[in-house]
C-alpha cells in the first residue's frame, strides 16, 4: 500500500534521532513516524521522556528541524498525487 511505501521511504530516509525529534514536533504523527518494530505503547512512553527533555532550540536546532521537516514533506506528498497542503 501507499502508507507502507511512505513509511518506509521515512525509516529509510531518517535515523532514530531524527525519527525522536520528529515525533517530538509532530506529536499527532507518531504512528507515521514509527521506528523499527516499536510499539505504539513503548513509543508514547519514549515521547513522554523526550517532552521533558531540555532540547536546544537555538537557530541551528530550529534550521535543523525545518529541513527535517521538508524532507519529511517531500517523501509524503511525492508518493501521493493530487495533494494540496495547507500549513498554517
Not at 518494530?37 to 527533555?53: F, N, T, V, Y
Request: aromatic content about 2%; overall charge negative; glycine content about 6%.
Amino acid at each position: 500500500s501507499i502508507a507502507t511505501l511512505i513509511r518506509e521511504k521515512i525509516r529509510d530516509e531518517f535515523d532514530e534521532d531524527d525519527m525522536k525529534q520528529l515525533r517530538r514536533v509532530l506529536s499527532g504523527c507518531a504512528e507515521l513516524l514509527q521506528v523499527g518494530e516499536h510499539s505504539s505503547e513503548a513509543d508514547a512512553a519514549s515521547d513522554a521522556r523526550l517532552s521533558g527533555l531540555n532540547v536546544p532550540a537555538g537557530k541551528e536546532s530550529i534550521a535543523q528541524m525545518h529541513h527535517a521537516i521538508r524532507r519529511l514533506l517531500k517523501i509524503i506528498c511525492s508518493n501521493l498525487r493530487g495533494v494540496i497542503l495547507f500549513i498554517d
